[in-house]
């Protein structure tokens, strides 16, 4: 069985950039809107979450803690992935899960995310 992976970022380019890498193997669902994410969570089973750190409406740490606290959550790995290398991003990041540079290559995202 294919696991779906779900990217939440406020950017429409960054969301568009993983899709063409993810599409192609995966079923590869993309949110722009963090709230839109959370009302689809109850109906949706994910293999993989990507997040982005700094987004306008919540921050990435604050997301991830409402994701694992919801009752759907299975325990899948949430990789925040950003282009802040600010050292408190980066231990915030790593104590949370695992992060990923987003100037990351896509074999360097795709062995976070499998």
């Known amino acids: 069985m294919t696991s779906r992976i779900a990217y939440i970022d406020d950017s429409s380019e960054n969301l568009k950039c993983l899709a063409t890498i993810f599409n192609k193997e995966f079923p590869f669902e993309?949110?722009?809107d963090p709230d839109k994410f959370l009302?689809?969570?109850d109906q949706t089973s994910y293999g993989s979450i990507l997040l982005d750190i700094h987004m306008p409406s919540i921050s990435g740490?604050?997301?991830y803690e409402k994701i694992i606290r919801h009752q759907?959550?299975?325990g899948c790995p949430i990789?925040?992935?950003s282009s802040d290398d600010s050292d408190c991003a980066k231990i915030k990041s790593h104590k949370q899960r695992n992060s990923t540079?987003?100037?990351a290559g896509p074999s360097e995202v795709e062995n976070q995310v499998l």
């Open 30 to 32: 993309t949110y722009q």
């Open 39 to 41: 009302g689809n969570f």
């Open 61 to 63: 740490f604050s997301l």
């Open 72 to 74: 759907n959550y299975n």
């Open 79 to 81: 990789i925040f992935i």
């Open 101 to 103: 540079r987003r100037n």
